[in-house]
């Protein structure tokens, strides 16, 4: 009788990579993050000044009842109300688009990373 033995050694390296930690503290993902941030604060300034300015026509759309007619009020309220309706559009593209950005940039971000968490 033969006996055959045959030692197979396989090492196996386990190891835990926090993303939140490398996106936030690599500079790839600082990168990203300051590019976001700035976009941001550009679109949240660039509204909040839209928002302002069409608070104001509400304002004196609203001094203005009494002296227009009923029809030029109804005429001015519904092209301030599309005017409104515009800005919230522009504004709900404005914060999908910075969500997109992120989601690639993240993305992008793992894409560079598989290489090494491989090896």
């Given at each position: 009788?033969?006996l055959i ?16 930690f490398v996106l936030?503290?690599?500079k790839?993902?600082k ?8 976009s ?26 009494t002296i ?8 001015k309220?519904?092209?301030l109300?599309?005017k409104?309706?515009d800005y919230?559009s ?8 910075i969500?997109?950005q992120?989601?690639?940039?993240r993305?992008k971000?793992?894409e560079?990373?598989d290489?090494?968490?491989?090896t």
């Amino acid at each position: 009788m033969l006996l055959i033995y045959t030692h197979a050694s396989a090492e196996q390296k386990i190891a835990y990579l926090d993303m939140k930690f490398v996106l936030n503290n690599s500079k790839a993902g600082k990168g990203a993050q300051d590019y976001l941030q700035k976009s941001f604060k550009e679109n949240q300034q660039k509204f909040l000044d839209e928002e302002n300015a069409l608070k104001k026509k509400e304002n004196d759309l609203l001094a203005q009842k009494t002296i227009l007619t009923k029809k030029e009020y109804q005429k001015k309220s519904d092209d301030l109300r599309k005017k409104v309706i515009d800005y919230q559009s522009q504004r709900r593209t404005a914060l999908e688009k910075i969500t997109l950005q992120r989601a690639e940039a993240r993305q992008k971000l793992l894409e560079k990373l598989d290489p090494i968490m491989k090896t």
